[in-house]
């Protein structure tokens, strides 16, 4: 991609009717055909977690593979997938979303990948959309070069900063909006929709304290809470995963259960439109509390995260729409 390429962003464009934007955003997507082709595809690193911005993901990243006819050979989340599974014809698309880097090494998907890419050198490795982001430019280096020795990779990101980073890594670089545009238009009705909902971070990615002067915040919450005793299920699912992968059976362990999984976390992205849907309008700084609000066509005020990803996706992709307010810190 060239840099003509990266002018088509948000930034340059007047402000522009929300759904127009939105299917624009939706069909981003389809260079993703040309790279995956007719190869069998093992999608990995599904999240099985009350993530709501990663099963965001998830279903979108699902209505694609739906729309398109592309049945994955294989869906696992990273726990209980077994990189032996992969034969010499395979493609091994690994999911999207902002764990590339060092922020969550300890829950072990840029391991995962740097194995992967390290081990299985004839295999085109595709990267669907990410935010790039290493604490220190030795960290990154150490991981550039091992993706720098495989000749077939391919990643997407999802902004101008991450793009830049991307280079590093290889020179097939595409720039891309996030896969749970793929899900537009998200809907749930509400009689008497009422103020302004906050979606505040309570980890490492949280924004500073900010004061959004005129609109009524009337509720606050985060992801966890929305899921509340929801997680007792999706630690089933993960036992159950793990359990089955320990024991030699994860191949059928994933058939069975991922199914399963998909239904239940669907109705869990359901209960976050739901909060979405009693609210005017939401506040947040978590990225897929913008994007469902953008899903549902509701106003929404962005406020940025800790290093910077919120503004750069809008910066980049939905700042240009009627709907959104980027507040700058």
């Not at 994955?72 to 590339?100: L, M, Q, T």
């Not at 505040?200 to 009337?218: C, F, M, N, Y």
Request: hydrophobic residues 40%; glycine residues 8%; contains cysteine.
């Amino acid at each position: 991609m060239n840099q003509s390429d990266l002018d088509h962003t948000a930034l340059n464009h007047p402000v522009v009717n929300h759904a127009l934007l939105m299917g624009a955003l939706a069909s981003q997507h389809d260079i993703l055909l040309d790279l995956i082709g007719n190869r069998p595809l093992h999608y990995v690193d599904l999240p099985v977690h009350g993530n709501i911005g990663d099963l965001l993901i998830m279903h979108g990243t699902l209505a694609f593979f739906h729309h398109k006819h592309i049945v994955p050979k294989v869906s696992a989340p990273a726990f209980a997938y077994e990189p032996d599974w992969i034969r010499a014809e395979d493609a091994i698309v690994f999911h999207g979303g902002g764990n590339f880097g060092d922020l969550y090494a300890e829950f072990g998907m840029q391991g995962l990948r740097e194995d992967i890419v390290n081990t299985y050198r004839d295999n085109r490795v595709i990267v669907l959309p990410q935010t790039l982001y290493f604490s220190s430019d030795e960290a990154m280096q150490q991981s550039a070069a091992i993706f720098r020795r495989h000749p077939d990779v391919h990643l997407c990101v999802r902004d101008k900063v991450s793009y830049d980073i991307a280079l590093h890594f290889t020179d097939n670089v595409y720039l891309l909006p996030d896969m749970a545009h793929q899900l537009y238009r998200v809907k749930a009705a509400h009689a008497n929709p009422h103020g302004a909902l906050r979606i505040s971070r309570t980890d490492d990615e949280k924004a500073a304290a900010t004061v959004i002067p005129g609109l009524d915040i009337v509720a606050t919450t985060d992801w966890p809470m929305v899921v509340g005793d929801g997680e007792q299920r999706i630690d089933l699912f993960r036992r159950g995963m793990r359990g089955m992968h320990k024991y030699g059976l994860g191949w059928y362990g994933n058939k069975l259960l991922m199914g399963l999984w998909a239904d239940y976390s669907r109705r869990l992205v359901n209960q976050a439109a739901a909060l979405f849907a009693a609210h005017e309008h939401v506040v947040t700084d978590r990225l897929h509390g913008h994007i469902l609000a953008c899903l549902m066509d509701k106003p929404n005020t962005v406020l940025d995260n800790s290093y910077g990803k919120n503004s750069t996706y809008v910066n980049a992709w939905t700042g240009s729409s009627e709907l959104v307010t980027l507040q700058q810190a």
